[in-house]
């Protein structure tokens, strides 16, 4: 329930929905968080740092890890002289330049084929972009894009933390039918329906994993994250996707445990399910099923290479090398301390080590090894 004066984008959104009915929560969502001028990422990114931060912001050793492993893939292609290594959603470019600084110090054979394209929807995110990797698109191994390349030929699809904020429905059994919750408009502002499915693609994102919900169990259906995978499997020619984000397979995603979903919406770094309260001002996200990325990437010839916690994946890596990666030139006990300790965050359970996961999908690359996937 709303107890605020509406938001500009609640009141754009209550006229459509007295227009035309209630929609869908996927449209609701896509256009709480997606609006060109009034959507959560449309926002200036100090805003946003009010509501979360993520593995990039913690320390440079995670994108220099995820350097390592990307210029594995491309020896496990042969070294190719031109490689593409596109990240959707690359923000203001934190990623891209902890990968791209590590690539130019420590793999200068990697860094002369790769081209980094970073790809990021929002406007008002992209000069902040352009800035980050100004000193390696002038060498001629980055650029900036809008839209995702029609075609890669050779190279690797980077995904961190997207595919959550990708727009789902949601459904609710009841007495044996699924039902899809919707949002209507009251007087007293937006809120909850329950409505018939807006589409049987619904009915067989369920069908095809063998999932039956219990009768009032509620959970999201993630269409637009298998559209997502299988369109990237369409347009990667040879070469793999690397995907990290937080989830679980089905099996796990729509057991009893989660009876309410997974959807939250988080605002100043506090999570509620009051989804309709502040729309454009805070961010909606549900945990991506690995499994749906695993069955629809299948569909454009994704076959799955492996899926692991982050904290296997970045130990893998890392002690090639005693995690050399962690620290600067120069630094001090205190300072080598510090970094142990964002280290220990990312991988250690009580942190991000096991609510993130990182799932390789490959194309026309055979069993290709990889040393982030291993055991340790």
């Known amino acids: 329930m709303q107890s605020r004066a509406p938001t500009p984008l609640a009141e754009l959104l209550a006229a459509r929905i007295r227009a035309s009915g209630p929609m869908p929560f996927a449209e609701y969502m896509r256009e709480c968080l997606y609006h060109p001028v009034h959507g959560y990422y449309a926002k200036a990114e100090v805003r946003r740092f009010a509501d979360f931060y993520t593995s990039v912001d913690v320390h440079p050793i995670f994108g220099r890890l995820l350097a390592r492993q990307i210029a594995e893939m491309w020896e496990r292609l042969e070294r190719p002289a031109g490689f593409q290594l596109i990240e959707a959603g690359a923000g203001t470019g934190r990623l891209a330049a902890q990968v791209l600084d590590l690539a130019r110090r420590a793999l200068p054979d990697f860094y002369r084929a790769v081209e980094y394209v970073a790809v990021e929807r929002s406007e008002a995110r992209r000069p902040r972009l352009r800035a980050a990797l100004g000193p390696h698109a002038a060498a001629g191994h980055a650029k900036v894009a809008a839209e995702m390349p029609r075609e890669i030929a050779l190279g690797c699809v980077l995904s961190n933390e997207l ?6 429905h949601r459904v609710v059994m009841e007495a044996g039918v699924l039902r899809e919750i919707c949002v209507g408009c009251e007087d007293r ?3 909850e329906v329950r409505a018939p499915l807006s589409t049987c693609a619904i009915s067989e994102y369920f069908a095809t994993q063998g999932i039956v919900l219990r009768d009032a169990q509620q959970a999201e259906a993630g269409l637009e994250a298998c559209e997502w995978v299988e369109e990237m499997g369409r347009r990667l020619r040879r070469g ?13 995603l729509y057991d009893e445990r989660h009876m309410r979903g997974t959807l939250l919406a988080y605002r100043q770094h506090r999570a509620s399910e009051e989804y309709c309260a502040a729309p454009g001002e805070q961010d909606l996200t549900a945990h991506v099923n690995f499994t749906a990325l695993e069955t629809w990437g299948k569909r454009s010839g994704l076959e799955r290479l492996g ?3 982050q904290a296997q994946f970045l130990m893998a890596l890392g002690r090639a090398n005693e995690f050399a990666d962690l620290y600067e030139e120069g630094q001090g006990e205190s300072e080598k301390i510090r970094a142990r300790l964002m280290l220990k965050t990312l991988i250690f359970p009580e942190g991000m080590g096991e609510t993130f996961r990182v799932l390789i999908q490959g194309k026309d690359v055979g069993s290709a090894k990889l040393t982030g996937l291993e055991s340790f």
């Open 189 to 191: 502002g937006l809120v």
């Open 163 to 168: 595919l959550d904020a990708l727009a789902v």
């Open 307 to 309: 899926l692991v916690s």
């Open 240 to 252: 793999f996707v690397l995907t990290i984000d937080y989830g679980h397979q089905a099996a796990e």
